[in-house]
């Protein structure tokens, strides 16, 4: 069987990490008041590739004190200061990656990239495996909070003008709503959570329940937010709306109260 970037190895040999690629900050846009779009530029991004959308990557921030991140061993301990981003649109040859950060408050990523600025240095490893669409289904809901619009925008990206898709997409603010755009015909609910966190998935919960099951029913839905959340969404989903568990992949992007949730929560004990 040939090996891809989302099987193990068939040994027990440990798994080789790709190494970390140094990249610089090489632009900073203002998207809304709480998220930002920053370019990392370098040349260590040759060969970087991205086969499927929603797929993830690695950022290493510098530690308190440093200009500049301790460039990690291949095969050394892993960085303290690493989170998990989504390689929003990725130009090979200008060895380049956006990514979009939500300032959501306290955390060393969400603080970072509150005063990014051009020429300031993270590393990079990566990317991870994402998410496996469907392109022969037509009906798509992505269902997710202001951290998965990335996410989102890939898989807009991705379908083709034959799919529909709808997107029910919960932000701290009415001003954090903009344009998407897909060659699908598109569907945009934006909900509103407030400044309290703990409310996180609360207004999505109640926006698929006021659409009913006719809303969710036949669709391949990508359902990505607080950890908590999105398990009660899977719930709500495949008890109220009669939505079968293999219609929806679930991701946990942020866990209330706990710093680096890890990457690999998809919430199957829903
Ligand atoms: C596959 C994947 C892809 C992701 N892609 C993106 C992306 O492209 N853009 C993006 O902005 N995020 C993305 N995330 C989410 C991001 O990894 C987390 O939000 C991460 O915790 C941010 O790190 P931090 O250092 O800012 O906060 P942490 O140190 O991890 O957490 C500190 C505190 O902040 C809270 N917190 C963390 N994130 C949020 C949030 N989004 N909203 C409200 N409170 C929060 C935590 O509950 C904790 O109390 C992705 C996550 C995954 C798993």
Redesign the pocket.
């Known amino acids: 069987m040939p090996q891809t970037a989302s099987t193990p190895p068939l040994d027990n040999a440990p798994r080789k990490r790709r190494p970390p690629r140094r990249v610089e900050v090489s632009r900073v846009q203002v998207l809304s008041p709480a ?1 930002r779009r920053i370019t990392l530029k370098g040349a260590e991004l040759e060969g970087f590739a991205v086969n499927d959308p ?3 990557m690695k950022l290493i ?1 510098p530690e308190p004190g440093q200009t500049e991140p301790t460039r990690p061993l291949p095969d050394g301990p892993r960085a303290t ?1 690493m ?4 390689p ?1 649109a990725v130009r090979p040859e200008a060895l380049e990656v956006d ?4 300032l ?10 509150a005063q990014a600025h051009v020429g300031q240095v993270l590393f990079l490893m990566g990317p ?1 495996p ?1 998410y496996k669409l469907p392109l022969q289904a037509t009906e798509h809901l992505l269902v997710g ?7 989102f925008e890939t898989i807009l990206a991705s379908l083709p003008p034959t799919a529909r898709v709808r997107m029910l997409v919960e932000v ?1 603010d009415a001003a954090e709503q903009r344009v998407l755009t897909s060659a699908a015909p598109l569907d945009v609910q934006w909900v509103v959570r407030g400044p309290d ?1 703990s409310r ?1 998935g609360q207004a999505l919960e109640a926006a698929l329940r006021q659409a009913g099951p006719s809303a969710a029913a036949t669709h391949n839905i990508y359902l ?1 937010c ?1 950890a908590g959340a999105m398990r009660r969404i899977r719930q709500l989903l495949t008890g109220e709306l009669g939505v079968a568990r293999s219609q929806i992949v679930g ?15 998809y919430g199957e004990d829903a």
Do not use: C, I, Q
């Open positions: 998220m929603a797929s993830y921030f200061t989170r998990t981003y989504t929003l990514v979009d950060f939500v959501h408050g306290e955390g060393p990523a969400s603080t970072w990239a991870g994402g909070d202001d951290s998965a619009l990335p996410a701290a966190n996180a990505a607080e991701r946990g992007y942020w866990k209330l109260s706990t710093a680096n949730h890890p990457d690999h929560d």
